[in-house]
């Protein structure tokens, strides 16, 4: 995701000549185990086929609907300000009257609406975006609306906590200089109940300084595994170890980096693949589902990159990079992640439009999920997908993915058997899906059309998604 005018949009605009020419998915290995790619998508797959809304706003499969939760520049947020500009990665708690949602504002430039620089939330005035924090009930009807964090740069993604709090990321390399007065690229934690805790926000700088976009965290060892999004060179992924004697919790990881020797704090380090013995350079190199590395962790010489972009401390022999890494979620005893697309002339070694990982802490291995080929006819809307970005782990089985690519635009849900499905359809515009995460108690989905910024509440008929058996 990302705000600059070479978005993914742009730049894959009729890029796409000579790809596979349709849309392939794979097993997600949980319960099927390795299998071949296959194609994507049958009428009789997940929930159904998606009934046009009259609203023109979300197309959704039979006995679905939706609640708009939130609006940027219509519904107001308690300090009187209109509902922030960009809709983000979103996480979603457990409420005192149904949920609460802390939503990422990726705002970098001149977008409408910022998020509002108030007194005691704000790290550094010059900056537009952050998080705000949305009450709903039961019915995902909204109650409250309120400042997180401001005066952060570019939220992108995140993720939930074990200890019931949401990481906003800034996806930047922003320096202090113009009208930032401080540096930017870092990781911020927000408390969805206590406001009090996100006074004065502190950058968890121990996590790095580079282009976040997501995490998940480990609830066992509270390691932290984080995605980058960028390019010249490709990005990387990361994990931070916690330092011996750490004990994780509300306010834990804000201490640890207010020490003196915070900004160092545990290791973070880059992954490296292997094949047996074979380094892999990309994650690109992957192209059959089932694909599993082995996986080594390169230290960072200098996390917060001082001198030398984190990515650019390392020769392409020593890690492994990709190529618009994206969203990330803990489940099944993992983390996953998506790589949303590759191209050759971005120095990826093969082509596609959409990976998913996922990472085995014990095993300590790396394996392909799910792969999109490269979507030939984006305009087309007939099971063709390309660019999954935001993810979330569906208590239904499979996961849910957010669609950023060209074309139409989706919610895609990819069942255990590999099999991928449309949830949702943008009827709006082409604008990106975001922040897909599901209540505590499974029966709402929360997800953003992000342009010009939309909070859904979606519920329905949940259950097992079918996976075209007839």
Known sequence: MTTSPL????????????????????????????????PACRPAVGYGDLVPDPAGLLALPPGFSYTV??????????????????????GCFRGPHGSVLVNNHEIGGDEPYPVPALPGLTYDPGARGGTTTIEVDRHGRRLREYVGVA?????????????????????T???????????????????????????????????????????????YTH???????????NGLYFRWTPPPGFRAG????????????GGTAGSLAAMRCLRGDAHVADLSEATTPGTRYRVEWVEVPDRDARTVSVRKQFTDAEVTRSRKLEGAWWGDGGAYFVASYARH????????????????????????????????????????????????????GGVILAEDGEGVSHLVGVTEQGRAYPLAR?????????????????????????????????????????????
């Open 151 to 171: 005066g952060t740069h570019n939220n992108c993604a995140g993720g939930i906590t074990p200890w019931g709090t949401w990481l906003t990321c800034e996806e």
């Open 426 to 470: 943008n009827e709006l515009n082409d604008s990106e899906f975001t922040g897909p995460t599901f209540s505590a108690d499974g029966r709402t989905l929360f997800a953003n059309i992000q342009s010009p910024g939309y909070v859904f509440a979606i519920t329905g008929p949940w259950g097992r998604p079918g996976n075209g058996h007839r």
């Open 223 to 233: 390691s932290i595994y984080l995605t980058e999004d960028a390019s010249g060179p």
């Open 7 to 38: 978005s993914r949009r742009s730049l894959l605009r009729g890029g796409a000549a000579g790809g596979l020419g349709i849309v392939v998915a794979g097993s997600l290995e949980a319960i099927a185990g390795p299998a071949a790619a296959r």
């Open 345 to 396: 002339d971005d120095g990826s070694a093969n082509e596609h439009d959409g990976q998913v990982w996922f990472y085995d802490p014990r095993r300590q291995t790396v394996t392909l999920k799910t792969i999109f080929g490269v979507n030939t006819d984006p305009e087309a809307d007939h099971g063709n997908y390309d660019g999954p970005d935001n993810i979330t782990v569906s208590p239904y």
């Open 69 to 90: 939760v939130a609006q940027a520049g219509a519904t107001l947020l308690e300090s009187g300000q209109p509902t922030p500009s960009d809709a983000d990665g979103t």
């Open 173 to 219: 390399e922003q320096r202090a200089g113009g009208r930032y007065l401080k540096d930017h690229g870092y990781v911020f934690e927000v408390d969805p109940h206590d406001r009090s805790a996100n006074t004065d926000p502190v950058p968890l700088t121990f996590l790095g300084r580079y282009s976040h976009e997501a995490v998940a965290v480990d609830p």
């Open 250 to 261: 509300k306010g834990a990881l804000r201490a640890l980096a207010q020490r003196p020797d």
